[in-house]
């Protein structure tokens, strides 16, 4: 009798309902997660592709495995594309998020305990750049610089204080909670004048940064890293990119003694040093985001998303809400409660804005009384409603809403009814307008 192989067909459906409920909670809502974003149909198709077969491990023309020819042409293009997007020299589009990236430019650059300076996380920092309970915080040396009390922006006088005194080897700029632009050529001066590597994370500003409407940070810095999926509108995912200025090569010698160029050190701390085989459909959907980003229809939308953001940021302050540092010039804000509702947390606020199907999320405030888990504050980012089509109009309307939550947040009959307003207008926009 011959052999006869049987597939079995397991028709899912567990799964697959979720999927279409999580689809149904992204269309009713309005979406305010200022690193969140809904990603183009054809970067969906993309990721959704017999490319997640594929093991690559290597880079193009260097890989561990065979049959990678058509892989090989798609990392081609992702990185031609992406050097095009940020005018760069190099890069390399296989971390698997932006805490992998971060992670690949700490062991090209460092040595376990060596010191570096990043954003206190409490002060709009992200983990990767130095939180004792992320890898940087518990293997490297972690010392941290603010933002003022006063304005709200990078303290950059205390920076150059702490860089001079303590002589980190790595200065890190980027953060996940600030509005403001950054002084990237004021870092880099004092990194040069104490022989530091300086590392920007683009990884919230990231499209703006694309569309020409805030300063390419490869310029001045030495490593920028970023994420691909929040205002780049990519899949979720991180890239390294380095520019014209970088010391190369690198005056770091590998255990063999070898003097390695700066490219080829973060090409083997993202594989081998801290991932394994590449995810080639994720880098695939990289790739047509780039593609996307690279179109005048992309910096339309940039713009539309700083509008957006100045508009609403506006309208908070308008009715009596504190803004750090008193607007915008990117995507995002971060609300300080206190000033309008002093006994409301950020805690109780998120819980009653998801009710209300408007999703956000609670973030400490610089010199927040209170902890990380109820915080004194709200941050709020327009990427992805404007991805849905909605324009400055609509933005008083969103804070309108919001407002009416928050004045009584334990309110079922006032959520029930702001949830209706908001599930009525958000149907009638498409999830993939722009
Ligand atoms: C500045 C910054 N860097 C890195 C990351 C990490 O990205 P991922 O969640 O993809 O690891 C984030 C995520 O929010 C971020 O805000």
Not at 356 to 372: G, L
């Amino acid at each position: 009798m011959q052999a006869q192989t049987i597939i079995v067909m397991l028709k899912e459906n567990e799964i697959f309902d979720l999927i279409r409920r999580e689809r149904e909670r992204q269309v009713k809502g309005i979406e305010l997660i200022a690193s969140e974003n809904f990603v183009s149909e054809q970067v969906l198709q993309a990721m959704g592709s017999v490319l997640t077969n594929k093991y690559a491990e290597g880079y193009p023309g260097k890989r561990y495995y065979g049959g990678c020819e058509v892989v090989d042409l798609v990392e081609d293009v992702a990185r031609e594309r992406l050097k095009k997007l940020y005018n760069a020299e190099w890069v390399n589009v296989q971390p698997h998020s932006g805490a992998q990236a971060n992670m690949a430019v700490f062991m090209a650059c460092l040595q376990a305990g060596d010191k570096f300076l990043g954003l206190n996380l409490s002060h709009g920092g992200h983990l990767s750049h130095g939180s004792p309970v992320n890898f940087s915080g518990l293997m490297f040396h972690a010392l941290e610089y603010n933002v003022r009390e006063d304005t709200g922006r990078v303290d950059y006088d205390q920076l150059e204080q702490v860089a001079r005194a303590e002589r980190p080897k790595l200065i890190i700029a980027g953060a996940s909670a600030y509005s403001r632009e950054w002084d990237y050529a004021r870092i880099r001066r004092v990194a040069d004048e104490i022989g530091a590597i300086f590392m920007v994370d683009m990884a919230h500003p990231a499209g703006l940064i694309a569309a020409g409407l805030l300063e390419n940070p490869l310029k001045h810095a030495h490593i920028v890293t970023s994420t691909t999926h929040k205002t780049l509108r990519g899949p979720r995912g991180g890239v390294i990119l380095l520019g014209k200025d970088f010391p190369n090569p690198w005056g770091k010698t590998t255990p063999k003694g070898e003097v390695k160029m700066m490219s080829a050190l973060l090409d083997s701390a993202v594989f081998p040093g801290t991932q394994g085989g590449p995810l080639e459909h994720v880098i695939a959907a990289k790739a047509v985001a780039f593609g996307e980003a690279l179109t005048a229809g992309f910096k339309d939308y940039q713009h539309q998303v700083q509008r957006n953001a100045a508009v609403m940021a506006q309208a908070f302050m308008d009715k009596g809400y504190k803004i750090i540092s008193g607007g915008t010039d990117n995507h995002s804000m971060l609300v300080d409660l206190r000033t309008k509702y002093p006994d409301l947390t950020g805690k109780v606020a998120e819980k009653a804005l998801v009710a209300a199907d408007i999703t956000t999320n609670k973030n400490m405030v610089p010199f927040d009384s209170r902890s990380a888990f109820q915080t004194s504050g709200l941050r709020f980012g327009t990427p992805a409603i404007t991805t849905r089509g909605l324009k400055e109009d609509k933005m008083p309307w969103i804070v309108e809403l919001i407002d009416e939550v928050l004045q009584n947040p334990e309110s079922e009959t006032n959520i029930n009814k702001v949830r209706a307003e908001v599930n009525r207008e958000m149907l009638q926009h498409e999830l993939f307008a722009w």
